[in-house]
């Protein structure tokens, strides 16, 4: 295992529609994060995971999206009805737990037309 | 909550020059901070962190400085290189979360 995958790399799609992205984590880490980063900032916290519960989630996370890890292993994150304001990179990270350095993924970039 | 400021958000230097980036956070309970380095098109890639229980660390051409009174930390890299151009985030943990600042696109000029 090299690091923490993502897929897809890219999406495309239009308002309205749904999207899901995978995130392949470090087989050995226990906790997941999902952010948000939009050109020009840092890295936004959406929510995060630690083994397959979902700890804590950030207020940026509205009622359209939501995020699984089942079996504590990979995790998705569905944004429905996407809307023009949801076009940006989504990162995924890991660590083996909350004092242990995160690593990231490439991201996921969305754009949504 | 954290809040992590971060300057200059731009900062051009001349190769074989050091570059030093500082930022600032807000809560005193933050005890982990970690510097990452983003290249085009790439997620954010861990480059070193220090704990607030030492006042600096450092690893090859690159420190951290960490002074909890001020509530300051620091980046410096010594003799850049043309491949240390990217943009340089720096972040503090607030609770099990990672709060980062809006980072500094690094120029190295030949």
């Known amino acids: 295992d090299t690091g923490v995958s993502q897929d897809p790399r890219h999406k495309i799609t239009k308002r309205g529609q749904n999207v899901t992205f995978r995130c392949d984590p470090i087989?050995?880490?226990?906790?997941l994060y999902w952010y948000r980063q939009t050109l020009g900032q840092g890295p936004e916290f959406l929510t995060y995971?630690?083994?397959?519960?979902?700890?804590?989630k950030s207020r940026l996370l509205s009622d359209r999206f939501s995020a699984e890890r089942p079996k504590g292993s990979f995790s998705t994150l569905e944004i429905q009805r996407t809307e023009q304001g949801d076009s940006a990179m989504y990162l995924c990270?890991?660590?083996?737990?909350?004092?242990?350095?995160?690593?990231f993924g490439p991201g996921t970039r969305l754009t949504v037309t | 909550g954290e809040n992590v400021e971060q300057h200059p958000s731009t900062l051009s230097v001349q190769e074989g020059d050091s570059a030093v980036i500082k930022c600032t956070y807000s809560?005193?309970?933050?005890?982990?901070f970690p510097w990452y380095k983003q290249e085009l098109g790439k997620g954010p890639q861990l480059i070193i962190d220090?704990?607030?229980?030492?006042g600096e660390k450092k690893d090859q051409r690159i420190a951290v400085t960490l002074n909890k009174t001020a509530k300051h930390f620091s980046l410096h890299i010594t003799e850049t290189q043309p491949e240390d151009s990217a943009v340089y985030f720096c972040?503090?943990?607030?609770?099990?979360?990672?709060?980062f600042g809006k980072g500094t696109r690094l120029h190295i000029l030949p």
């Open positions: 990270a890991s660590s083996f737990s909350v004092y242990n350095e995160q690593y």
């Open positions: 087989s050995e880490h226990n906790r």
């Open positions: 995971f630690q083994n397959e519960a979902q700890l804590e």
């Open positions: 809560d005193s309970a933050s005890n982990y």
């Open positions: 972040a503090a943990n607030r609770d099990d979360k990672i709060i």
């Open positions: 220090i704990r607030s229980n030492v």
